[in-house]
């Protein structure tokens, strides 16, 4: 029974996405994940090969909590709501953008960046509906009003820029716009408005994104078990996730919730289903998938061909002295080049180093995060 319920869910995705392929087929890949079967710990040296950065500090270089990170091959890119900086991959700040305020040239928060192929660099200020390309020298080169209210953004090539809206009601009635940079048009709009969930399941992500190549994205959602293959021309369906029989039934979205935090008690109430994968990295060999079930956050591994998927809610870092990464407490930050970074508070560490009476380089009490670079193993 449960196997047939998984073919439709594949078939009805598949459905779906051939509206949008004009006739073409498609093949959905099913990655199936057993929620219940998580570890505790597992060591970063384990699974990954990985590498360490403790952010500098300094009076004019003190960073909030980070929102984004979008790395290049040359530079990790980082932002907090107030400013956009850029790192070499041995700590040294080369670049920092602050432009936050209330004038013709200033943005008012940083909502999302992207960075173009000239290393310019295009801010989402989701408050004020606008979007900023600004050199690092701090001139803004272009400023673009939308009728949308995006929570993403992500450049497809130098001339588009992906808007992710989500279940906001807009004119076009769907959840993904292509803007056209040069016009300040919308020229295609992507995945129908659920209609079910637009009056209350609005919840951002860091990770809606991922670059496959110069003229194709891979796409997620929260709240959808479905990955998706995006180009200028269509979004199609590639794997759905079998979360092993607690996947959402579609008609849980039907209820009339009257507001997410409704939503969120109804759910955790519940405790019975999984969603959420924040996290979605394709290697040669497996899939990594980061999920919610519980009230807890998780990451499985999961071989593609044979062999034991490996789940885990907790990563010691080795060059930590095993300090404890605790997935649910964490921000997870996917790259186009396959790795994840997470952001680790260094005051935590010193903490953790004290209280197990651990050996380390000595931490300032006013640092910067450290950054650890994780690089999935083929």
């Not at 990170?69 to 700590?91: K, P, R, W």
């Not at 809606?208 to 997620?220: A, G, K, L």
């Not at 996730?241 to 955790?268: A, C, K, L, T």
């Not at 924040?278 to 044979?306: D, H, L, M």
Request: charged fraction near 20%.
């Amino acid at each position: 029974m449960k196997s047939n319920t998984y073919l439709f869910l594949i078939l009805s995705v598949v459905a779906c996405s051939c509206s949008e392929m004009k006739d073409k087929p498609v093949r959905v890949s099913e990655v199936k994940v057993s929620v219940d079967a998580a570890s505790a710990s597992v060591p970063v040296s384990e699974i990954a090969s990985s590498s360490l950065l403790l952010l500098p500090t300094n009076d004019s270089l003190i960073i909030d909590e980070i929102n984004h990170i979008h790395n290049t091959s040359e530079y990790i890119c980082l932002s907090d709501v107030s400013a956009v900086y850029q790192f070499t991959y041995d700590g040294r700040l080369v670049n920092q953008l602050r432009k936050q305020g209330s004038g013709a040239d200033e943005y008012l928060n940083v909502s999302d960046f992207s960075i173009d192929s000239q290393n310019n660099l295009w801010i989402l200020s989701r408050t004020t509906q606008a979007l900023f390309k600004y050199n690092w020298e701090g001139n803004l080169l272009k400023k673009l009003k939308v009728d949308l209210w995006p929570q993403n953004i992500c450049l497809l090539d130098d001339d588009h820029l992906l808007l992710y809206t989500g279940n906001e009601e807009n004119s076009s009635g769907q959840q993904l716009h292509l803007l056209n940079v040069s016009t300040g048009q919308i020229e295609k709009a992507y995945k129908p408005i659920d209609k079910s969930q637009a009056g209350y399941l609005h919840v951002k992500s860091n990770n809606m994104f991922r670059r496959c190549d110069d003229r194709s994205i891979c796409f997620h959602q929260l709240f959808n078990d479905t990955v998706y293959h995006l180009t200028p021309e269509q979004l199609t369906a590639e794997y759905v996730v079998n979360w092993d029989g607690h996947n959402i039934p579609r008609s849980y979205f039907e209820n009339d919730f009257q507001n997410i935090m409704e939503f969120f008690q109804d759910f955790h109430g519940k405790g019975i289903y999984a969603y959420g994968f924040n996290c979605f990295v394709e290697t040669e060999g497996s899939y990594w998938i980061s999920y919610y079930y519980q009230k807890t956050c998780a990451c499985a591994i999961v071989p593609k061909r044979e062999g034991k998927p490996l789940l885990f809610t907790e990563l010691k870092v080795d060059a930590l002295q095993g300090y404890p990464v605790v997935l649910s407490d964490a921000s997870l930050f996917v790259q186009d080049d396959g790795s994840i970074v997470l952001p680790v508070q260094a005051m935590n560490v010193k903490e953790y180093w004290t209280e197990h009476n651990l050996q380390g380089e000595e931490i300032p009490d006013d640092s910067n995060p450290y950054l650890l670079i994780v690089r999935p193993k083929e």
